[in-house]
Nanobody, 115 residues
Framework: QVQLVQSGGGLVQPGGSLRLSCAASGSIFSIYAMGWFRQAPGKQREWVAGITSAGGTNYADSVKGRFTVSRDNAKNTVYLQMNSLKPEDTAVYYC?????????WGQGTQVTVSS
């Protein structure tokens, strides 16, 4: 069983920055990949970024160059640093991981980009 607890998020003006955190418990964190997804109102949940156990990263085209995913294995935590935020980044953000056939999600964090 894995529990993912998110923190961060909130309201920010366009061009601003936020950092999301996702702390994992219940399993060996360092050997598993982690991901970030988001879901805007009326839209399907979409993949945003991922980080492998070795620290390799991938990003959706819509956030490439603006968002950075990282991990601190000593703290069992993955981060999503979001810079140059745009109104279209407004969504509920979720962290995610998988253990075999089981997929685990954080509770979700609202990010609102508005002036």
């Amino acid at each position: 069983q894995v529990q993912l607890v998110q923190s961060g998020g909130g309201l920010v003006q366009p061009g601003g920055s936020l950092r999301l955190s996702c702390a994992a418990s219940g399993s060996i964190f360092s050997i598993y990949a982690m991901g970030w997804f988001r879901q805007a109102p009326g839209k399907q949940r979409e993949w945003v970024a991922g980080i492998t156990s070795a620290g390799g990263t991938n990003y959706a085209d819509s956030v490439k160059g603006r968002f950075t995913v990282s991990r601190d294995n000593a703290k069992n935590t993955v981060y999503l640093q979001m810079n140059s935020l745009k109104p279209e980044d407004t969504a509920v953000y979720y962290c995610n991981t998988a253990r075999g056939a089981s997929v685990y999600w954080g509770q979700g964090t609202q990010v609102t980009v508005s002036s």
